[in-house]
């Protein structure tokens, strides 16, 4: 009997001491991570030395927003002050598009990126949504004067990633809207709200652009930005996912669409897809800005992104008062949407 007891009392012991470990939440502090989606026009270190403290790495994305030189300026000072703490990815302008030799020019310059590091590159809205050829036509992603660029970048092991299209929302109505920061964002952007330009390319043609590019070029590693601009549906993102295995989405500037959807499926979604998804946040500091303000706010939405993801505590949705469970994923599943997936899809990266 005494025998029985110890055995007894020995598994209770192991039993509980099981428990306490496979129940325990990942730390914040101590899980490696990466921001796979920051903009950073500054010379300051703040940012940066916040991200180690955080146990994140950024990765700077430049974009055909602004002037593309000066941004790699900035880049060139970050790298002086942490070059092993950071990655960037480099872009290319779409001015000079009628000119005779501007594919040409544009491989040279992206040649040069790449020596200089930039491990992949950036295509914006403004292709599809904003930039048009001589004739008044709008230019997409699929037209076939990309085609040589798009395969100059799968020779040299690089990664494509786009901005191409827009939230659903951005063709309705402001009180249509379902999430309310893009309500905030396109009352205070009307010149990329489409519901005010009919005459632009519809979003359908805009998803379908990016589709028909993926088919032409199969071999390229795509990184959609914003969930491919399918943040409205898990189920319809799954379709495209499926039919391109060459694609990935980051999160950008989407948890809040997505935690206005079914909770379960966006669970399921995340399980089913865990090595096509990387975090990323579009967080993005200028010469302008206040150093210490950003670094809180990122420091805060990283936080708050961190309990939607790794934990069931309520986490505020961005923006809002609104408060929602947190998906409580699996550690396998958060280390790859944190940090192996980045790491797959942006060689080059660490």
């Not at 009997?1 to 730390?27: E, H, T």
């Not at 379709?239 to 959807?261: C, E, G, S, T, Y």
């Not at 699996?330 to 942006?346: C, D, H, S």
Request: proline share 5%.
């Amino acid at each position: 009997m005494k025998r029985f007891l110890f055995f007894f009392f020995i598994f209770y012991i192991v039993s509980i001491v099981f428990w306490a470990c496979s129940s325990r939440q990942p730390n914040f502090y101590s899980f490696p991570k990466i921001d796979a989606h920051m903009h950073i026009r500054y010379n300051g270190p703040e940012f940066i030395e916040q991200a180690i403290q955080d146990n994140f790495r950024p990765l700077v994305i430049i974009l055909d927003h602004y002037d593309i030189e000066i941004q790699k300026r900035y880049v060139e000072r970050q790298k002086q002050l942490h070059p092993d703490k950071f990655a960037y990815i480099t872009a290319f302008t779409i001015q000079g598009w009628d000119e005779p030799n501007w594919i040409e020019k544009t491989i040279a310059g992206l040649k040069k990126d790449f020596e200089n590091g930039a491990i992949g590159v950036k295509v914006w809205k403004n292709i599809g949504m904003e930039f048009r050829s001589k004739n008044g036509n709008f230019i997409k992603i699929d037209h076939p004067k990309f085609d040589p660029i798009i395969d100059f970048i799968a020779s040299q092991n690089k990664t494509l990633t786009g901005h191409i299209g827009e939230p659903r929302d951005c063709w309705l109505p402001i009180e249509k809207m379902v999430s309310p920061s893009n309500r905030r964002y396109y009352q205070s952007h009307p010149e990329y709200h489409m519901y005010l330009h009919p005459d632009y390319p519809s979003y359908e043609e805009l998803i379908q652009s990016y589709d028909n590019m993926l088919q032409k070029h199969p071999n390229i590693r795509y990184v959609g930005c914003h969930l491919g601009s399918i943040e409205w549906n898990v189920e319809e993102l799954g379709k495209m996912l499926d039919k391109h295995p060459n694609m990935a989405v980051d999160l950008a500037a989407r948890i809040d669409d997505i935690q206005l959807l079914d909770q379960k499926k966006v669970r399921e979604f995340f399980i089913k897809y865990q090595d096509r998804i990387l975090y990323g946040t579009d967080l993005g500091i200028s010469e302008d800005a206040d150093p210490q303000a950003f670094i809180q706010r990122m420091h805060e939405i990283w936080k708050n992104d961190w309990r939607y993801f790794a934990t069931d505590s309520l986490a505020t949705i961005r923006g809002s008062d609104l408060q929602i469970k947190g998906l409580h994923l699996p550690e396998k599943v958060l280390r790859k949407i944190y940090f192996e997936n980045a790491k797959k899809w942006y060689p080059g990266i660490l």
